[in-house]
């Protein structure tokens, strides 16, 4: 009797089976997989790059410069020992009263300032308001702008003549009168 072997069926390709997995299919889909994975990551980077540039300031120079004169200003800031306080009144349809109070050390009310107030979005420059301020007694300043309910950076200016006095810049959450 002899003895009969079964074999697979063999594919007309000859020793491979359909769907069998291969060294060659094994690196094909190696290289498909990290191509596609370094074509996305160029196309990332330059759209990042294209977008930004990285840089926050134009001159890094003047940026110390300009760090130097507020460290100066900051110093004699502090030693007129001014007080400057803030009032709000938001209204539900989005307008913003501004009161600012300011004295000087020995508590007299200082007039004859420019006051500029600004209120900054954190996140997206073109969101800010200027408030624009105008003296309501000795000592006092107010004015009104509309400006969303919301987180923002209050900048308060005193200046006269073109000189900056006083500088402070405070985050503040603006929320409507009802709530």
Avoid at 44 to 61: H, Q, R, V
Avoid at 156 to 166: K, M, W
Wanted: with cysteine; net charge positive; charged share 25%.
């Amino acid at each position: 009797m002899t003895d009969i072997l079964t074999e697979p069926p063999r594919s007309a390709a000859g020793s491979r089976r359909r769907g069998e997995v291969t060294g060659r299919m094994v690196l094909i889909c190696l290289v498909t997989f990290f191509g596609v994975v370094m074509g996305v990551n160029v196309i990332m980077m330059t759209a990042a790059i294209k977008t930004f540039g990285g840089l926050e300031t134009a001159s890094s120079y003047k940026a110390g410069l300009d760090y130097s004169r507020e460290a100066t200003s900051s110093q004699q800031q502090a030693a007129r020992g001014w007080k400057v306080t803030s009032r709000f009144d938001h209204a539900a349809d989005g307008r913003l009263r501004v009161e600012l109070s300011v004295l000087d050390s020995a508590m007299r009310p200082l007039a004859g300032y420019e006051a500029h107030v600004l209120l900054a979005h954190p996140a997206n420059r073109r969101l800010d308001h200027d408030v624009e301020m105008r003296p309501a007694g000795a000592g006092r300043y107010s004015g009104e702008a509309v400006v969303p309910t919301g987180q923002w950076d209050l900048e308060i200016d005193l200046a006269r003549n073109g000189e900056r006095y006083f500088r402070s810049r405070e985050r503040i959450f603006l929320k409507d009168r009802g709530q």
